[in-house]
């Protein structure tokens, strides 16, 4: 009996040695972003790498926050431009993604099941392969250079899994209080602003977050579509800025996690419902 | 209710929601049309147009603009491509990255899944939390901290290295000074190091899926199997396995296509787009459009072909799916 609870005691000792291995492999470049975003120079060039910053120092985040990366243009604004197309993206793919998720939740329709397997198709086109059709487009439209074509682009990128998203939580709101509504003398319009809208908010928000990853975390298209240093957004002001040889460390880290934070944190808020919507009905809860 | 012929009793619930909602089957398709516009104009017509172009000698971007001619070359682009020795050397870097970082994904994120529904309650959120550190990071700035971590001078790994004894440093590797150690020069190493980190950011999402899966499974299935005397390594296959088999398939069916066609953390990890030798197709087609001089018909060329490795990738991945909603 003694020897079985000693054979359980070490299993456990072991299971849980493995779990910090794990966590300590997923967080470790996290937490070393972070730390050394805090540390002087002089530590994080130091021959022998501490663990933790011993004098822990804003100057890096200053430098970046302050200084000119070119003449008149700091890393605000490219924090401004990355929030302008990233919150553009988000309320046009949200209202969009709302009237299509209401369509398909809530009417059978002739051509629905084809719908829905087309959102499910298209949101594996692999996008790398459309940088030089819609660089053309851009071209065309006339919108080379300018924020609006990477909202334009990002639109189309995150609306067919804000689609699917979107049409669980929508389904999920009882018709009989839309009904009940009807029955009342409310119209279309009115069940869907005061009854189904204020219900599928909070899924709304979740699939929000996502497309603002989306768009937030985007290079590629950023990179090709972009040419004015000052219109970059940061994916791009970092590649350029910061990712060349004989790399400032110190800044990079600190834009690093300011680039990071708002990202982990909307990321931990959705986490839940991307892998139902990825995974799409295959784990049943 | 769905006859046309209806009793009396029957068309007494004309008015009710059901039958409204039959009478005006235009608002569905009203409600869509947006997002078919969208879909169509941002998504399937540049699929249209990336074909299309790979049918064109296109190397100068007033063309793009339409103020110059368009020469239609025929299958020339292709034959360029397909009879390129270059070619064949992407192809074989493309598919044996994709092949190695899935086989790596799902084993370490199948492993960390089963862990994590063995730990207790406590452990298993401290380490579900850290997991999902790694798949929140975005790719951009995840590359940025392992080429930092990667640093000749005075990055943790070239400490380490050179924290090891001389003398073992020596037998092993034939030097003992890491410092201004190239990790990215050979094509070998930064391949290792490019699914280092990619398997360390696509991991947590088996990890996750793969729980999620075994917390719908009965454990009764389980204990049955194991006080029949079953170790954990053939309750896994015979038990696990089977039961979330549809789940396995779509987790790799997905790793697969986001594998193959790996971009921002290859870009910054390489610098850009000048480190040939490590090229795979997504980054092969983007080089060859936009690297001055660009060459837009070549490039979306090496796209179609891309897209159509996906597109069997991707066939398997709709069928699952949809087998899945049929049986659900």
């Known amino acids: ?285 | 209710m769905t006859t046309l012929t209806e009793t009396p009793e029957t068309s007494a619930a004309r008015e009710t929601p059901a039958r409204r909602r039959r009478r005006v089957d235009r608002l569905p398709y009203l409600l869509l049309l947006p997002c078919l516009v969208i879909i169509g104009v941002l998504l399937l017509w540049p699929l249209g147009q990336v074909v299309a172009m790979s049918f064109y000698r296109l190397n100068n971007v007033r063309q793009l603009r339409g103020d110059r001619e368009w020469p239609w070359v025929g299958l020339a682009n292709y034959v360029e491509i397909l009879g390129d020795p270059f070619f064949r050397t992407v192809l074989r870097n493309t598919v044996l990255f994709a092949a190695a970082n899935v086989l790596l994904t799902m084993v370490l994120g199948t492993l960390v899944g089963l862990l994590l529904n063995r730990l207790g309650r406590k452990m298993a959120a401290f380490v579900a939390s850290c997991v999902m550190l790694a798949w929140a990071t975005p790719a951009l700035t995840g590359t940025i901290v392992w080429k930092w971590i990667f640093d000749d001078t005075s990055g943790l790994v070239t400490w380490l290295f050179n924290a090891l004894p001389d003398g073992l440093s020596q037998s092993l590797f034939g030097h003992s000074d890491w410092t201004g150690y190239g990790w990215f020069n050979s094509p070998l190493l930064f391949f290792s190091i490019l699914t280092l980190v990619v398997v360390w950011h696509s991991f947590p999402f088996i990890a996750v899926s793969v729980l999620a899966g075994l917390k719908s499974v009965p454990s009764e299935l389980h204990e049955a199997a194991r006080v029949d005397g079953a170790g954990p390594w053939k309750v896994f296959w015979k038990v696990t396995f089977p039961l979330l088999r549809p789940v396995f398939g779509i987790l790799i069916v997905l790793s697969t296509i986001w594998d193959f066609k790996v971009f921002t953390q290859q870009f910054v990890l390489a610098g850009g787009t000048q480190d040939r030798p490590t090229f795979m197709l997504s980054i092969y087609s983007y080089a060859e459009a936009f690297s001055p001089p660009p060459k837009y018909g070549l490039g979306a060329s090496i796209a179609v072909i891309l897209t159509l490795i996906l597109l069997v990738v991707t066939g398997l991945y709709v069928r699952m799916v949809l087998k899945q909603e049929e049986d659900a």
């Open chain 1, 1 to 285: 009996m003694t020897r079985r609870a000693a054979g359980a005691g070490v299993k456990r000792l072991a299971l849980n040695g493995a779990g910090l291995l794990v966590a300590l492999f997923a967080a470790f470049p996290v937490y070393w972003m972070i730390a050394t975003s805090l540390k002087p120079s002089s530590e994080i060039f130091s021959s022998t790498p501490r663990p933790m910053p011993a004098e822990p120092t804003l100057e890096h985040y200053r430098q970046i926050l302050t200084g000119n990366l070119i003449p008149g243009v700091t890393f605000a604004d490219f924090f401004l431009n990355s929030a302008i197309v990233a919150v553009s993206t988000v309320l046009l793919s949200g209202l969009v993604a709302l009237l299509a998720a209401t369509a398909v939740a809530r009417f059978r329709f002739t051509l629905r099941t084809s719908f829905l397997i087309m959102l499910l198709v298209v949101q594996m086109i692999p996008l790398e392969a459309l940088v030089i059709p819609l660089f053309l487009m851009i071209q065309r439209l006339g919108l080379y250079n300018t924020l609006p074509s990477l909202i334009l682009t990002y639109l189309g990128f995150s609306l067919p899994f804000a689609v699917w998203m979107l049409r669980g939580f929508v389904a999920a709101v009882p018709r009989e209080l839309e009904e009940a509504a009807a029955i009342d003398g409310a119209n279309r319009a009115q069940i869907f602003r005061r009854i189904l809208f204020p219900l599928v908010a909070p899924g709304l928000v979740a699939t929000s977050i996502f497309s603002f990853i989306t768009a937030w975390n985007e290079l590629i298209f950023a990179l090709t579509f972009i040419n004015d240093q000052e219109r970059y957004t940061l994916p791009v002001a970092m590649t350029f800025f910061f990712g060349r040889d004989d790399t400032a460390w110190g800044p990079v880290m600190a834009a690093s996690t300011l680039f990071t934070l708002p990202v982990i944190v909307f990321f931990l808020l959705v986490q839940r419902r991307m892998v139902s919507g990825l995974v799409a009905g295959a784990v049943k809860g």
